[in-house]
């Protein structure tokens, strides 16, 4: 079994910066590919963001491909998204999620664990 907390949501202005965090316990939770996801209001949760744990290779939503990185610190059991040059359109609940498959996966139902969700809210 796998746990997930995730940290680091907030305010902030557009144009700003912010870094979550997940933090993941359990037994083999390093071997897990570990992804990002978020939900709008009313809206689907969608991919955001993800990294295998095979070959540290990573996939990012065509909406933020160059703003944001995921990284991860297997030692740690901890996952990272840095969000750059925020938008309001970014602004939803953010979700970590990990899935066995140890590659780049992009579906939710491909996850079997998930976080509890962190608000970014980005003003204009």
């Known amino acids: 079994q796998v746990q997930l907390v995730e940290s680091g949501g907030g305010l902030v202005q557009a144009g700003g910066s912010l870094r979550l965090s997940c933090a993941g316990s359990?037994?083999?939770?390093?071997?897990?590919?570990m992804g990002w996801f978020r939900q709008h209001p009313g809206k689907e949760r969608e991919f955001v963001a993800a990294?295998?744990?095979?070959?540290?290779?990573?996939g990012y939503a065509g909406t933020v491909k160059g703003r944001f990185t995921i990284s991860r610190d297997n030692a740690k059991k901890m996952v990272y998204l840095q969000m750059n040059s925020l938008k309001p359109e970014d602004t939803a609940v953010y979700f970590c999620?990990?899935?066995?498959?140890?590659?780049?996966?992009?579906?939710?139902?491909?996850?079997?664990?998930w976080g509890q969700g962190t608000q970014v809210t980005v003003s204009s």
């Open positions: 359990g037994r083999t939770v390093s071997s897990y590919t």
């Open positions: 990294i295998s744990w095979s070959d540290g290779r990573t």
């Open positions: 999620a990990a899935s066995v498959r140890g590659d780049i996966v992009v579906l939710t139902t491909s996850y079997s664990y």
